[in-house]
């Protein structure tokens, strides 16, 4: 019984790995991760950690459009300095745990 447990869960997980997230799909897409899945996927992970599901969209659209990440940067709306400090947050993660 506890090897099929087991089995379900293994088998669980890997469904889930499989489908990439918004980060990881972007970064796959991006000329700049030139075909590092690997990357992109720690990548995802980091962001899984730092940034909710909206957020996560928000950022893969700077991978196409580098000028809005530059946009809320400077932005001056409270909601988007918050979410840049969070971003900032996910980019230190990713560096650290993904340019080994």
Do not use: H
């Not at 700049?32 to 957020?55: W, Y």
């Not at 530059?70 to 709306?77: D, E, T």
Request: hydrophobic share 40%; proline share 2%; aromatic share 8%.
């Amino acid at each position: 019984m506890k090897s099929m447990i087991l089995a379900a869960g293994i088998l669980m997980a890997g469904a889930f790995s499989a489908s990439a997230g918004p980060i990881e799909a972007a970064c796959n897409a991006s000329d700049r991760a030139k075909g590092n899945r690997a990357l992109c996927s720690c990548i995802q992970q980091a962001a899984d950690r730092t940034l909710g599901g909206g957020e996560q969209r928000r950022a893969a659209k700077f991978f196409r459009d580098p000028d809005e990440a530059q946009k809320v940067r400077m932005s001056k709306s409270g909601g988007d300095n918050e979410f840049w400090a969070r971003y900032r947050a996910f980019g230190q993660m990713a560096e650290a745990y993904c340019t080994r």
